[in-house]
């Protein structure tokens, strides 16, 4: 039993050292024995278009700024193309027929975020490529992308929003590089422009705030008019200003310069009309304010001036009025001291009789005073009640308003589950409606 473990640990380990030179001579004839340049792009024939397939893997939606309107999201972007100097034929190799290598080795398409919000535009970490016996690489490099998105919020905290990431090529354009969506051939139609299901959702760790309710992705194509290209000077020499004559042909004025110069004309028309009337307006407004100041001037020196507002009575009488009589009683004869002192009752009485109406005359007004600002206090507290139900009322309305019309409420889209729709994607994709909708 023991000479049979020793035979089969010895064939694995044979076998394993075996394939591990194979690599290594497969790694070493790639990179060195074929004088592979990492720096051209990898086609037989300068003209050849590079078909490059694309394909983005989320794996989570880290940070959605509603202020900054900046989203962050954990992504793998994923590209796979074929190099025809990386072939090989397997059997001559100890069958290896894939082979990782490290990218800073191979030719790798600088495709790059344009709507990129913060940090790199470019891939950063350089993780190993899977090239196959075929020629065809792919390189499934992760990364962190902070991308702008216009973010409404109209409809919060139940709004939608539609973000989009732009990937396009920088350093080629679409004669010698052209960008297809890696599952293109899923639609058995040919070339499309637009898949319905366009990113995959493999491992997506969903967001607690936002749910992801579709993900389609799409091709966009841009042909360069005659608006993006300058002329050189010789052809506006020769075909602008030397042949018309000579063909006796005039070259007719563009719409644009002939409504320039409309406008032009127009603007200094008004212009001459306005200065004109501001010169006529002036002089009579100029008349008119003299004769006014001067009207002024003269009902101003007829006004008499208006007297001062009065003195309020104060119950504050002159201390040198209130001479005590009684203290010169014995200055007097006794008759003329009575009748001093019947002076003097019956004018205390007099003046207790004085105070008494006064006190009766001004109660009433002071309490009719309390009683109206007591009133007064009460209508400040009912329009202060009403204007509270009026505002109430109003802030319900129109955030019933508002919050009814934002199109989620009644959306019955269900947010998209990792699980199934990568399962639906790969094992039932007949079915699958991957095209996007003509909207």
């Not at 990898?42 to 003209?47: A, E, F």
């Not at 002036?282 to 008499?304: A, P």
């Not at 105070?355 to 507290?381: C, D, G, M, N």
Request: aromatic residues 10%; glycine residues 4%.
């Amino acid at each position: 039993m023991s000479i049979i473990l020793l035979l089969l640990l010895q064939f694995v380990y044979v076998n394993r050292s075996v394939a591990h030179n194979a690599a290594k001579l497969l790694f070493d004839e790639l990179m060195k024995g074929r004088d592979y340049n990492r720096l051209i792009r990898p086609v037989r024939n300068s003209t050849d278009i590079l078909d490059i397939k694309v394909g983005l893997r989320l794996a989570q939606l880290l940070d959605v700024d509603e202020k900054n309107q900046i989203i962050t999201a954990n992504v793998l972007l994923i590209q796979e193309w074929r190099d025809t100097k990386l072939g090989w034929n397997p059997s001559q190799y100890g069958n290896v027929t894939r082979i990782n290598i490290p990218s800073e080795d191979l030719w790798l398409p600088d495709i790059v975020l344009y709507n990129n919000a913060d940090g790199d535009y470019t891939i950063t970490l350089r993780t190993k490529a899977t090239v196959s016996w075929d020629g065809t690489i792919l390189w499934e490099p992760p990364a962190v992308f902070k991308f702008q998105c216009e973010i409404n919020i109209e409809y919060f905290p139940f709004d939608q929003q539609v973000c989009k990431l732009k990937f396009g090529i920088w350093s080629y354009d679409g004669t010698q590089v052209d960008l297809k969506h890696i599952w293109t051939e899923l639609l058995h139609r040919g070339e499309e422009d637009c898949i319905k299901s366009g990113v995959d959702l493999d491992g997506y760790y969903p967001n607690q705030e936002w749910d992801l309710m579709g993900a389609p992705a799409k091709k966009t194509r841009i042909y360069r008019s005659p608006t993006s290209h300058s002329m050189p000077p010789w052809i506006s020499a020769v075909f602008l200003d030397f042949l018309p004559p000579i063909l006796l042909m005039k070259r007719p004025r563009s719409k644009k310069e002939a409504s320039i110069w409309k406008d032009e004309e127009y603007v200094l028309g008004r212009k001459r009309m306005h200065d004109r009337r501001f010169r006529q307006e002036e002089i009579v407004y100029g008349d008119d304010d003299v004769d006014e100041e001067d009207g002024l001037n003269r009902v101003s020196s007829t006004f008499v001036g208006v007297p001062r507002e009065r003195i309020q009575l104060a119950n504050k009488l002159c201390k040198e009025c209130n001479v005590p009589i009684r203290n010169r009683r014995g200055n007097y004869p006794a008759n003329v001291q009575k009748a001093i002192d019947g002076l003097l009752f019956v004018t205390k009485h007099l003046k207790d009789d004085d105070s008494q109406r006064l006190v009766r005359e001004f109660l009433p007004t002071v309490y009719y005073r309390l009683i109206e600002r007591e009133e007064w206090k009460y209508v400040a507290l009912v329009i202060d009640r009403l204007f509270f139900l009026v505002y109430t009322s109003l802030v319900c309305v129109c955030s019933l308003s508002l919050l009814l019309q934002a199109p989620s409420l009644f959306n019955s889209a269900v947010p998209i589950n990792s699980t199934v729709y990568t399962d639906k994607l790969f094992t039932d994709s007949n079915k699958v409606d991957l095209k996007c909708p003509n909207a």
